[in-house]
């Protein structure tokens, strides 16, 4: 089974521009979700989405949205960026329904730089 | 809101040391625990995990954790670490009651030969 393919691997951009990100989930799995990793940070979480809908959602501002489509694919995008928005986003896809008990797989991330 | 905390942000060691991460979990109702491993430019992988039963739970590579609830802890152990673990842990936690997993700020570990 594939795993999960976020793309692109690496993004340079400039303050004020927006960015997509895109990844694809493993086959089967209907719950997508996205995360913001930095050093010291940690993971936080940014939005899960299942069957389409948006289940749950971060403390991140407006700037970032999401969304997932009928194949479960989901794209994250990130409007007029800011220098703090450079970090390693991850995209992880779970079986589960809910009740929390399903294990997230995570693709490599998409490695974003704001100059 | 829910944390989770990993106090020791770099640990250091020599091979075949043992070793302890500390994972402790806010939340008092009914959790799931995860450990996540992020080896050098690879993605996170799963190590292990406790939904239910027995509290000590062995994973991948012969890491291990226990589920302490009076203490809200879960805890990574192995017994004697290879250079191969050199790696970032992260702890995870999330309720009975939804999907969202709540990640602790990891610790890195690394494994002097």
């Known amino acids: 089974k594939a795993g999960v393919t976020q793309t692109p691997r690496y993004l340079i951009k400039t303050r004020g521009q927006q960015v997509t990100l895109s990844c694809s989930p493993i086959?089967?799995?209907?719950?997508v979700s996205w995360y913001q990793q930095t050093p010291g940070q940690g993971l936080q979480f940014l939005f899960e989405?299942?069957?389409?809908?948006?289940?749950n959602k971060g403390n991140f501002p407006g700037r970032f949205s999401g969304r997932q489509f009928s194949n479960s694919r989901s794209e994250m995008n990130v409007s007029t960026l800011e220098l703090g928005d450079s970090a390693l986003y991850l995209c992880?896809?779970?079986?589960?329904?809910?009740?929390?008990?399903?294990?997230?797989?995570f693709g490599n991330g998409t490695r974003l730089t704001v100059t | 809101a829910q944390s989770v905390s990993q106090h020791n942000h770099h640990v250091i060691l020599s091979e075949a040391a043992s070793l302890e991460l500390g994972c402790n979990y806010s939340?008092?109702?009914?959790?799931?625990l995860f450990w996540y491993v992020q080896y050098p430019g690879q993605h996170l992988q799963l190590l292990l995990k406790?939904?239910?039963?027995?509290?000590l739970v062995k994973g991948i590579k012969g890491f291990e954790a226990e589920f302490i609830k009076s203490k809200f802890s879960f805890n990574l152990r192995k017994p004697s670490v290879q250079w191969s673990d050199t790696a970032e842990y992260f702890c995870?936690?999330?309720?009975?009651?939804?999907?969202?997993?709540?990640f602790g700020t990891g610790t890195s570990l690394t494994v002097i030969p």
């Open positions: 992880a896809s779970s079986a589960g329904t809910g009740g929390g008990n399903s294990p997230l797989h």
């Open positions: 086959s089967g799995h209907r719950s």
């Open positions: 989405y299942f069957s389409e809908t948006q289940r």
């Open positions: 939340y008092g109702g009914t959790v799931n």
């Open positions: 406790y939904f239910s039963g027995d509290p």
């Open positions: 995870a936690v999330t309720l009975n009651t939804g999907n969202q997993f709540y």
